[in-house]
């Protein structure tokens, strides 16, 4: 653990926490003091991070959920509040990208995005708003964050990911739009857009497609998890006065 541990008495959600992004983030966050409850699909995942984080001494609860619908976004958020007494801090991490030619496109794959990468993050949010604005109206920060993570296909829009662009592009405008009504309130809104990251993200497209994205790339040195993970703890321990609106965090070498 940090010795500052700038989160201590806070609350932290992490979609997504079971790898990648997700999983660097919530240690991130514990290693700063918060209580984090981590959501995401696969409990097994979770289980090991919680025991990592406590083997660190930190406290985590283990919240199984799949957010696309709304009703698990809701009760995911619930059982946060219930479980660790409050919230502080939601990280909209959870994501799919599935890339290819648009026409001929399987139509299941754009569906799939849409649910996770954009309505399954505006549920969440959704639940989490009203307990953000009770925190942040209340010690330790009197500041309460909502850190959603996009991407640079959330800026540049790029041939071959033109439904996850779209998705990466609404969770901008999401964010923006939210920023402006939460500020008041000392609910801070960010952005996130990782460029090129390490992680199992793309290992969900078909064998073609992984070979397209690592000859696009070429050799170059790529993000790590916890690269963009230190970018959220950055963001999230900012003073009260201090909101970090958007991040965009691409390898040296990227293009």
Do not use: C
Not at 168 to 194: D, I, Y
Not at 219 to 247: C, F, K, W
């Amino acid at each position: 653990m940090t010795q500052t541990r700038r989160l201590e008495g806070t609350v932290a959600l992490v979609t997504g926490a079971s790898s990648g992004i997700g999983h660097a983030t919530a240690l991130e966050l514990a290693r700063e003091g918060a209580s984090v409850a981590l959501v995401g699909r696969r409990e097994d995942r979770l289980t090991g991070l919680a025991a990592d984080i406590s083997e660190e001494g930190g406290k985590a609860l283990v919240v199984p959920a799949d957010i696309t619908t709304a009703q698990a976004a809701a009760e995911a958020v619930e059982r946060t509040v219930e479980g660790l007494g409050r919230l502080d801090i939601l990280v909209n991490n959870a994501g799919l990208m599935l890339l290819g030619p648009t026409p001929g496109a399987d139509l299941n794959d754009w569906q799939r995005m849409i649910d996770i990468n954009l309505m399954g993050l505006m549920y969440t949010t959704h639940a989490a708003v009203p307990h953000l604005v009770k925190a942040a109206a209340d010690a330790p920060r009197q500041v309460a964050d909502i850190i959603n993570i996009s991407s640079v296909n959330g800026r540049t829009a790029f041939a071959m990911s033109a439904v996850y662009s779209a998705t990466k592009f609404g969770v901008g405008g999401f964010s923006e739009a939210l920023r402006q009504e939460l500020g008041r309130q000392h609910v801070r809104v960010s952005v996130v857009e990782p460029g090129s990251v390490d992680t199992e993200l793309r290992t969900h497209n078909s064998e073609m497609v992984q070979q397209l994205i690592v000859a696009g790339l070429g050799d170059i040195e790529r993000l790590q998890s916890q690269d963009i993970a230190d970018a959220i703890g950055y963001i999230a321990t900012r003073p009260r006065h201090v909101a970090v609106n958007e991040m965009l965090v691409r390898p040296t070498e990227q293009g």
